[in-house]
């Protein structure tokens, strides 16, 4: 796995490019001269958790022959006020599931994907209190 990144303009704007050729951009937080021209790396980090996780779910789901109608997830991050690093302490993730699903087993894809399978939040879980919720529409 391989990511190239590579300085856009005279401030913060980044473009990274993975080994597929697939194009992030970020930006520093305006009040440091940022332009919101991208998302912030920490925010980054955050998507990957949903990501990651979403992959989880949706493949244990579909094990057992359950498709998702709908798939949402809200992903809030606390980070430790003053510190630097400023990491994050504390994390909440919504899981929005929608369609015929048994409730049980959508709980338990969720479950084991936080508990066992998503790299992400096994990496984020060594700082961070990581809570979850499933919510079904």
């Not at 970020?26 to 980054?44: F, S, T, V, W």
């Not at 809030?76 to 369609?99: A, C, W």
């Not at 096994?122 to 809570?131: H, N, P, Q, R, V």
């Amino acid at each position: 796995m391989q990511i190239k990144l590579r300085r856009i303009d005279s401030d913060y704007h980044m473009e990274a490019v993975n080994d597929t050729n697939n194009v992030v951009h970020l930006d520093g937080n305006p009040e440091i001269g940022g332009h919101n021209l991208g998302a912030r790396p920490m925010q980054l980090i955050l998507m990957g958790l949903a990501g990651c996780s979403s992959i989880d779910v949706i493949s244990i789901l579909r094990k057992q022959r359950i498709e998702l109608d709908s798939l949402e997830v809200v992903v809030d991050g606390k980070r430790e006020s003053g510190g630097i690093p400023n990491i994050f302490t504390g994390i909440h993730i919504q899981f929005h599931l929608g369609g015929n699903i048994d409730q049980a087993k959508g709980n338990r894809a969720v479950e084991l994907s936080m508990e066992k399978y998503c790299s992400v939040s096994k990496m984020l879980e060594k700082t961070a209190t990581i809570t979850w919720e499933t919510i079904y529409n």
